[in-house]
């Protein structure tokens, strides 16, 4: 028998041309879609504040975790995308503000050409996740 699966979409008008969506739920794993500060009239959450994006991105991968079922403490992956690694520290504080208990395996990757912060995670909810039974 296959496992249930549940998409998450933002409303991004990418998701169908691209053939994605902002997060996936197959059976007890949960994916989510790299994920960037929120943009509000054009601009990242915080401006260019690198903190202030990287708990923009992490809340918004929150919000999608709960959708779903799941929560921060069933994340056993995150990812964090850096156009700069010199300010390294700044998102990883912010990653510790949320991950401290947590403690996920981690990697923080610089790219290039420059884009903005993103974040990605993978998780599994346990049956004692709230919502973790919800179809």
């Known amino acids: 028998m296959l496992a249930e699966r549940r998409t998450l979409s933002s409303g991004a008008r ?8 902002r997060a ?3 059976g007890d794993w949960i994916s989510v879609a790299g994920t960037t500060a929120e943009v509000v009239n054009g601009q990242p959450a915080g401006g260019t504040d690198l903190a202030e994006q990287t ?5 918004r991968i929150v ?8 929560q ?3 994340v056993v992956r995150t990812r964090i995308f850096l156009t700069d ?13 949320f991950f401290a208990d947590v403690r996920p395996v981690a990697s923080m990757i ?9 974040c990605s995670s993978r998780s ?3 049956p004692s996740s709230p919502g973790a039974g919800r179809s």
């Not at 690694?85 to 503000?97: C, K, S």
């Open 85 to 97: 690694i010199t300010p390294w520290e700044e998102a990883g504080r912010v990653h510790g503000e």
């Open 14 to 21: 990418w998701e169908p041309l691209v053939g994605y969506s």
């Open 24 to 26: 996936v739920r197959v």
């Open 72 to 74: 921060l403490s069933d």
């Open 63 to 70: 919000a999608a975790l709960g959708q779903l079922g799941g």
């Open 124 to 126: 599994r909810p346990t």
């Open 110 to 118: 610089e790219i290039r050409p420059s884009s903005i912060l993103g």
């Open 55 to 59: 708990r923009s991105a992490i809340r």
